[in-house]
Structure formats: C-alpha cells, structure tokens
C-alpha cells in the first residue's frame, strides 16, 4: 500500500471532524447549562472505582502503556510506511501536548473542583495551597483529607480515589488527560480508518469521551477544563498530521538516499 495516495484521502478527515464536533459539545453543553458533574458520583462506590482506573490510562506510568499498546495495535494493521508515519506523528503530538499542558497550568493558574470543595467545607485554603510546591501540597492535601473524615459530610473516598486526590494537586486548566487522550485518538484514528479499520477508532472515540467525564466526576476538572483540552487537543492533532505528511517524504527520501550510499561503500570495501 503507498503512502502518499493515502495521504491524499480525504476519506478519514469526515469521521474525525464529526468524532471531534461531538466530542467538543458535550463539554461544550455542560459548560453552557452551567451543570457541574462533581460531586454527583458517591466516590466509595465500585462506579468510581472504575473511572479511576479509566483516568489511570492517560497518567504515567499507564498512559505509556496505552501509547505502546496503540502502537502495537496499529503495527498489525498498517504498512511499513503508514505505521513509521503515524509513529512519528504521535511523538510530535505528544511532546506537544506535554509542553503546552506544562505551560498553561501555572499560566492559568486555576484550582480543582475537589479543592475548592475542600475549601467550602473548611479543610483547604486555596489561595495558600496553590502557593507551596508540589511536595508540600501532597502533605497538605493527605492532612485535608484526614480531617474529612471526621468532618459531618456525606463524602466518602475509596481508597483509590483518595490517593489519586493525594496525587493530583496541580492546576486544573487545561485537562492533560483529556488532552493526551484527544490527540491520540485523532492521530490513531486516521491511519486506522485509511486502512479500513473501524473498530478501534470507535473504541478510542469512546474512550476519550469516557476520560472526559472520568476527570469531571472525581474532581478533577472543570467543564471548561475539558472543553478546552478538547478543542486543544484537535488542532495539535491537525496540525502533527500536516507537519508529519509535509515533511515525511523527504525523510523517506533521505532514509533511502543514505541506505542505498551504505550499502554501495560496504560493497566496494568487499574484497
């Protein structure tokens, strides 16, 4: 199969934009209704339990695992060609979410739906929280919550989820792992449906929308948090696919140009 009529097709870009119109109103919904998913979910609840294994996918060390995993799948269904561009259009757009989720959190500077839950219930300072480094948030977060314990409120953590809450203590703007798991179902998802596979684009689709609300209902975002990774995580992934297409035939091209000068030196050097 050649890759560059491939490129050409404009066959996967209809699926991908509608995937990614639906996928930017259902935040986009919440956001303008005003509706808040937290805390709705009871999150001692088996329920919970599950998202938390869900948001697990996109957070290290298992969001590497889920990239490896994609990979995997997509090297048995895509040629040579296709599979070392969607390698290397994936990579572009996972350091480009790293860097950009890296800059726009402190940016904003936004607190979490749980903290400032915790704030309303007396056990968290906000405006301080923010202040201290990330070693000393876990610490004041782990003190928070002990107090909720005793504390007369109805929440209850499971034990997952309550490290998981110990764990995330940064920014909440934008949603890193609604933003991994965009652009890595936009990427994936094209060269799977130029090789005419339906499935996996499909359980990818599901999967990002399911980190989205996985993120709201523990506490962990906001709806606009959300939206924003969503609409984010789109152009990055138009824009790695442009930047990879545009450029990996003249990688190609060297790629062979140096094979070809390697192999005629190793035969004149035969004797």
């Known amino acids: 199969m050649k890759l560059l009529p491939l490129l050409k097709s404009r066959f996967p870009l209809g699926p991908m934009m509608m995937g990614w119109t639906i996928l930017t109103i259902i935040p986009a919904i919440l956001l303008i209704s005003d509706t808040a998913l937290f805390p709705l979910l009871p999150l001692n609840s088996l329920s919970a339990e599950g998202l938390f294994w869900l948001t697990s996918s996109g957070t290290a060390p298992y969001g590497v695992a889920t990239v490896l995993l994609i990979l995997l799948l997509s090297y048995q ?83 997952l989820v309550k490290q998981h809450w110990k764990n995330e203590v940064g920014f909440a703007f934008p949603s890193g792992h609604t933003l991994f798991a965009i652009t890595l179902t936009m990427i994936a998802s094209y060269y799977l449906l130029l090789a005419g596979n339906l499935v996996l684009p499909t359980i990818l689709f599901i999967w990002s929308i399911t980190m989205g609300f996985s993120r709201m209902l523990l506490g962990m975002h906001w709806s606009q948090d959300v939206l924003a990774s969503t609409v984010l995580g789109g152009v990055i992934s138009l824009f790695s696919l442009f930047f990879i297409h545009k450029t990996f035939p003249y990688g190609a091209k060297l790629y062979t140009d140096l094979s070809a000068k390697l192999r005629l030196k190793q035969l004149t050097l035969k004797p």
């Not at 990579?91 to 790293?98: H, I, K, Q, V």
């Not at 782990?142 to 007369?152: G, I, K, P, Q, V």
Request: hydrophobic share 40%; aromatic share 10%.
């Open 77 to 159: 269904r895509l040629g040579r060609a296709e599979f070392i561009s969607l390698f290397l259009t994936i990579s572009l757009g996972m350091c480009t979410t790293l860097g950009l989720n890296h800059y726009l959190k402190p940016f904003f500077n936004e607190a979490r739906p749980n903290a400032v839950w915790l704030e309303q219930q007396y056990l968290l300072n906000t405006e301080n929280f923010y202040t201290l480094s990330k070693a000393e948030r876990k610490a004041q977060m782990t003190a928070s919550l002990e107090r909720l314990e005793h504390a007369e409120t109805d929440m209850v953590l499971s034990p």
